[in-house]
């Protein structure tokens, strides 16, 4: 794998960056989340503006041909960054249950650190696919109905905490394949 440093500076990556520094604000609304009035409104709008930037910056690296190493890694350690970061906030105030809590480190840590052995194997980052990326969307979801106070009784909280548990699971093995063919076609 080669990172070509004249490709860094693309709008793409910009826009993968700016997500990636959505944490400093993200990160002192949750830690106040009870104690700042308004908190959990700013949060829902970081969290919105953070996905816009994640589908502007895969759509601006395919419309002006700046897809690069660089940006299949920082573009989804930005979105695994912001969700371990806020997943870790809410277990800590009681928000999000063990499980849920687990499933999701576990996720992410599992596909980071898979996608690094990939990578030095077949000499390439494998890229997002659609799975991992509509699991990211709806655990995205599932914070917001979390930020916006759904207790664990409530039926949306329900819905969405079951399905973005068994899409973690299916995201970590399809992701698991994926690499072993790659591996074995290299």
Do not use: C
């Amino acid at each position: 794998m080669k990172i070509e440093f004249n490709k860094i500076h693309t709008v793409s990556n910009y826009i993968s960056f700016i997500r990636l520094f959505l944490a400093i604000p993200i990160f002192y609304f949750v830690s106040n989340i009870d104690k700042i009035n308004g908190a959990r409104t700013y949060l829902i709008s970081l969290y919105l503006f953070a996905y816009l930037t994640d589908i502007l910056d895969g759509y601006f690296a395919r419309k002006l041909n700046e897809i690069s190493e660089l940006g299949k890694i920082i573009d989804p350690f930005a979105d695994k960054f912001l969700v371990i970061m806020i997943v870790i906030f809410y277990y800590n105030y009681d928000l999000i249950p063990q499980l849920y809590f687990w499933v999701i480190i576990l996720r992410d840590l599992f596909i980071f650190t898979g996608g690094i052995f990939v990578s030095k194997k077949i000499g390439s980052v494998l890229p997002s696919n659609y799975l991992g990326k509509f699991t990211v969307l709806l655990i995205g979801i599932f914070l917001i109905i979390v930020t916006l106070g759904y207790k664990s009784s409530d039926l949306l909280y329900q819905i969405f905490y079951f399905i973005t548990i068994l899409l973690s699971i299916l995201s970590v093995i399809v992701y698991a394949v994926r690499g072993n063919k790659e591996i074995n076609k290299a």
